[in-house]
């Protein structure tokens, strides 16, 4: 009786009506506190880095008195310079990045659209290297690369990179390949095209997103990869960014120079960003591809 009085009343619609603009409330204002602690950070390494006497412990305030750039200059003075740093990093992230893009695609169209024994089983295995810790591996690595001439070198880096970041891009490459309906294969097969053109002009634009997902958090995981560059690369030359910070982190009888370190940090977010940014539509469709089949 209660609720049917109520309803008479219209309650029952108001209520209706403003509990989805009360959901939504909550859940932006919880979106928006969360962001802001994720950028709280960022922002205090980016202010930091252009405070003259920035320090680890103290906020250096929205508009820090005292803005300079010496903490950026600082970098080209390490080593080797702040320019051959950055060009090692993108030479061993972009050579890996593209590297494991063609393997994974090649990989990904036999595994998809060919029939041969003990398919099953190798993709299995490359499934299993995803499990792989690849610090368990580091010390045959080192010898390995050091009989083969590629020890202390971006070539030998890029092909270290490359075969561990490896099965992640086959698999999702093969759940972007098995996404296509088989029909397009055979409409172009009927049309004359061989398995060469099938790949190259109908099924690659159409995994495009997924090709530029794998694209992305490879070049993303090399940029930032520390152990294996620290391990491998004897040669300060050869040093990637990553590397670079923590040689620049040291400054007179041990002491942290934060400023530098943190406008290094500024230099070394920055591809990561403008790149997921850019990509950003691409990225989110090359995740989705595979979840559902068309």
Known sequence: M??????????????????????????????????????????????SSVHATAGARSWPGWMPSGVSLENYATLTRVGAGLWRYLWNSLTVALGSALGVALVSVLAAYGFSRFRFGGRRLAYVLVLVAIMVPFQTVLTPL?????????????????LVYTTFHLPLGIMIMVAAFEAVPRALDEAATIDGADAGQLLVRVLLPLVAPSLVTVIL????????????????????????????LVTVSFGYLGTVDWGALQAGTVITILPCVALTVAFQRYYVQGLLAGSTKG
């Open 217 to 244: 958090i490879n070049f993303i995981a090399s940029w930032n990869e520390f152990l294996a560059a620290l391990i491998l690369m004897t040669d300060q030359a050869n040093y990637t960014m990553p590397v670079m």
């Open 142 to 158: 080192f010898i390995v690369l050091r009989l083969v001439g590629l020890q202390n070198s971006l070539l030998g880096l890029g």
């Open 2 to 47: 209660t609720a049917l009085a109520l309803r008479s009343a219209g309650w029952g619609r108001t209520a209706w009506r403003t509990s989805p603009a009360w959901a939504a409330a909550v859940y932006y204002t919880l979106a928006g506190a969360i962001t802001l602690g994720f950028l709280f950070p960022v922002a205090w390494v980016v202010l």
